[in-house]
């Protein structure tokens, strides 16, 4: 039997909201250089694509607790994540944040 224990992760950076129509359209969407010290939470959300985007974000899928249900590392401008039908909202990050704060499926998110 195995058992995964999660952990609390605590982002040090500046989180905006996406959470209406026009906020959560435009994302990231006009930004000419790639997010260092800041991210994006879009609720409700639960998929992304990156047409038009100009650089790769790791993206984190939550639950309606912050509860880290999928993530994906460096995605790539044109590139798109289907529904995750267990995410309430995504939370967009700069590409490295993912493996640096060691962010795994399971884990609670405190934005």
């Excluded at 997010?35 to 939550?62: A, K, Q, W, Y």
């Excluded at 993912?98 to 884990?107: F, T």
Aim: glycine share 4%; aromatic share 10%; with cysteine.
């Amino acid at each position: 039997m195995l058992f995964l224990k999660s952990k609390m992760i605590t982002l040090q950076m500046n989180i905006k909201l996406a959470n209406n129509f026009w906020k959560r359209l435009k994302g990231l969407l006009f930004y000419k250089k790639p997010i260092t010290e800041e991210g994006l939470l879009i609720t409700p959300c639960n998929s992304v694509h990156m047409f038009f985007m100009r650089f790769p974000i790791d993206v984190v899928f939550l639950d309606r607790k912050n509860q880290v249900v999928k993530v994906v590392s460096e995605l790539k401008p044109w590139r798109m994540i289907p529904p995750v039908h267990s995410a309430h909202s995504t939370l967009e990050l700069p590409v490295g944040t993912i493996a640096n704060s060691n962010i795994c499926v399971g884990d609670s998110i405190n934005l």
